[in-house]
């Protein structure tokens, strides 16, 4: 029985990103092979349309590029996130990098500018809150590599 890893789905292809398009990573495609995959969109859960607004993360707000606080939104999709996670038993998750949802790490500074800042998405802060294990999908290669 393979691992549960909790993925988001814009990485394995799905057109949920905010602008309709998806962060496909051909990489995602070894993880099938050792893992059991469940795709997650944080944004879609929180209900923000497909496409909508690039939204950055201000301190613990999140705001859209024309300033609507789109916090609750983020809110709802990360704890449906969590909710799949714990009702998984997932302790395993590869995110994209630099969301206001699913960064870990560092994230878009609130700027629109494309300037990258230390700190987490709203989904991925509550995961690993929760003990699951965040990686970005630079680091893909590790959980390759795993076992």
Do not use: W
């Amino acid at each position: 029985m393979k691992e549960k890893l909790l993925i988001s789905a814009c990485l394995l292809g799905h057109n949920c990103k905010y602008n309709g398009g998806n962060n496909y990573t051909p990489l995602v495609e070894e993880l099938k092979a050792k893992y059991d995959l469940i795709p997650v969109c944080p944004e879609a859960f929180g209900l923000l349309p497909i496409p909508h607004e690039p939204s950055e993360r201000v301190g613990e707000r999140v705001l859209s590029k024309s300033g609507k606080d789109v916090t609750a939104a983020f809110q709802k999709g990360a704890e449906k996130t969590l909710t799949i996670a714990r009702a998984e038993n997932v302790k395993l998750a590869v995110l994209k990098e630099r969301s206001p949802s699913c960064g870990c790490g560092s994230i878009y500074d609130g700027t629109f500018t494309g300037t990258v800042a230390p700190g987490n998405g709203v989904a991925a802060e509550l995961l690993a809150a929760d003990g699951v294990r965040i990686y970005g999908e630079s680091r893909i290669a590790e959980l390759l590599e795993k076992k």
